[in-house]
């Protein structure tokens, strides 16, 4: 059964930096597409960045471009968000999710079809 | 930047069908899905491709696709229903991600 675990998250000043893991079991994780999605308190869920199979190509939100990075290990099963530059409104719950992506009579589909349990992340001082 | 829009809650009463809408000029073009959040938990995927339904989620659950608008059904609603329902939706390219604000399912 696919299973998706992530740690790295905590309480961290305004300004500071965090890195989020997220660490794959029970299917191929070098064969495919992974994402997270965050969600703040309260509020719905917010895509943040997506990353193909062999991690050389990633693309993110506008919001967080230059503060977080998404990137893979697939030799250790492993997915990552570098969150720098920190702010109050990125306090949230953080996903990883792995994603079925492709194009299907002329048009895309992306979804994400497993779910990690979640990590949270405080932003305060 | 890209955009799809659903009611902020819908109520039925048990057994009743819900239907959950998802609006957006670009649905046409796009695949869009459908999942459901319990209060503590992470989503689950009830449906992708606008229509599929993933093995283990129930039959109730289906969607379909009209122009602009995709919808959730929900036959024959249960208590256990009742929870945040959201969708989701691509770019042109199958790249960014958009996702609706979400809609809370009441059950009466």
């Known amino acids: 059964e696919a299973h998706l675990v992530e740690s790295g998250g905590g309480l961290v000043q305004p300004g500071g930096s965090l890195r989020l893991s997220c660490v794959a079991s029970?299917?191929?994780?070098?064969?495919?597409?992974m994402t997270w999605v965050r969600q703040a308190p309260g509020k719905g869920l917010e895509w943040l960045a997506n990353?193909?199979?062999?991690?050389?190509?990633?693309y993110s939100l506008f919001s967080v471009k230059g503060r977080f990075t998404i990137s893979r290990d697939n030799a250790k099963n492993s997915l990552f968000l570098q969150m720098s530059g920190l702010r109050a409104e990125d306090t949230a719950v953080y996903y990883c999710a792995r994603a079925q992506r492709g194009l299907l009579l002329s048009y895309y589909y992306y979804n994400m079809d497993v779910w990690g349990q979640g990590t949270t992340v405080t932003v305060s001082s | 930047s890209y955009e799809v829009t659903q009611p902020p809650s819908v109520s039925v009463s048990p057994g009743q069908t819900a239907r959950i809408t998802c609006s957006g000029d670009s649905l046409p073009y796009q695949y869009s899905s459908w999942y459901q959040q319990k209060p503590g938990q992470a989503p689950v995927m009830l449906i992708f491709?606008?229509?599929e339904r993933p093995s283990g989620i129930p039959e109730r659950f289906s969607g379909s696709s009209s122009g602009t608008t995709v919808t959730l059904t929900i036959t024959g609603v249960q208590a256990e229903d009742e929870a945040d329902y959201y969708c989701q939706s691509a770019d042109s390219g199958g790249t960014s991600v958009v996702f609706g604000r979400g809609t809370k399912l009441t059950v009466l």
């Open positions: 491709k606008d229509n």
């Open positions: 029970g299917f191929t994780f070098s064969g495919y597409w």
């Open positions: 990353i193909n199979q062999d991690g050389s190509e990633t």
